[in-house]
């Protein structure tokens, strides 16, 4: 077994789960699971069985990573924050072969108690405000606010809010990294090839 679990943790027969990975008090992490390297998942948080998880994904106290839900690598959800997959649910109508997928993108941030609605992709490196609430697509580095959550503004890789308008063109270096992005036909882009380390 290559990654840590607490006493508590309930880590049911199957689940994939890749080294280094540490899983503390009260996790249940379903026997279909299939986790990456180095993640992290707090107190009390729960993993379905059809979810997907990247490498060095953190997943904070009191989050559901419910069927149907896939996380690339990097991603970060904090605390209490929500994943859905049914868009209607009743509780006297059973929907459990409408769940609607959710695709969660590489270096992607979900604030604290924000909420994404099942069906929805958020691209690379965008950054979800604590509370917010997703209920549409997401572009790349959007960083993303409100109920419901519209678009405030451009994030870098590293985290750092970037001076660009909202939609044009433009250039701007990400302060803490030196990495430089332009915005052009409503989209941002890295200049350089490198990834932010």
Known sequence: MGYTAHATAI??????????????????????????????????????????????????????????VTLEDDVFCGPSMV????????????????????????????????TIVCGTTLGEFAFVAAGAVINRNVKPYALMAGVPARQIGWMSQHGEKLDLPLTGQGIATCAATGLRYQLQNDELTVLESQACK
């Open 83 to 114: 994943f859905t997959n049914v868009y209607n649910p009743r509780s006297a109508v059973s929907r459990k072969d409408e769940y609607r997928n959710t695709l969660v993108k590489r270096g992607v941030t979900l604030g604290a108690n924000c």
């Open 11 to 68: 880590i049911d027969e199957g689940a994939q789960i890749g080294d280094g990975s540490r899983i503390w008090h009260w996790v249940h992490i379903c026997g279909g699971a299939q986790i990456g390297r180095d993640c992290s998942f707090g107190q009390n948080v729960f993993v379905g069985n059809r979810v997907v998880m990247g490498n060095n994904c953190k997943i904070q106290n009191n989050v559901s990573v419910y069927d149907n």
